[in-house]
């Protein structure tokens, strides 16, 4: 599998673990500095992310892909997601989102991890 390949999967697994709730697999795929960077402006570290998550504040319950693009250059990486997501967050009810993310990843000793994402609609 090559980079591209391996990044693109990374992003549907992203969605997976999102919608299973599944903090360890996240955790897995960010490196420890993953910071977020909400619709809203406000930024997360991966900690209080993966913690929003568990909690109930972000519950995610499907995504279908639309687009995944990425570039690599080096030992780091662009991706543009767009996924419709089934959501409800900050007590919110469900609603369908057409979610844009645009994720920074690293390479280090042979591993990509996402460094960093930007939540936007499209």
């Known amino acids: 599998m090559d980079d591209l390949e ?5 992003y549907r697994q992203y969605w997976e673990y999102m919608i299973a709730k599944d903090t360890d697999g996240l955790r897995r795929l960010m490196a420890p500095e993953y910071t977020l960077i909400h619709m809203t402006g406000a930024r997360q570290t991966r900690e209080e992310f993966l913690s929003g998550l568990a909690h109930g504040v972000f519950n995610y319950y499907s995504a279908e892909h639309d687009a995944v693009e990425a570039s690599v250059s080096g030992g780091r ?10 959501a409800a967050v900050y007590g919110g009810g469900k609603h ?10 690293k390479k280090k000793n042979g591993i990509w991890k ?9």
């Open 6 to 10: 391996t990044i693109r999967g990374m």
């Open 114 to 122: 996402f460094i960093s994402s930007r939540a936007s609609v499209y």
């Open 96 to 105: 369908q989102w057409r979610l844009r993310g645009d994720f920074t990843l």
């Open 77 to 86: 990486a662009e991706l543009t997601g767009k996924s419709r997501v089934l």
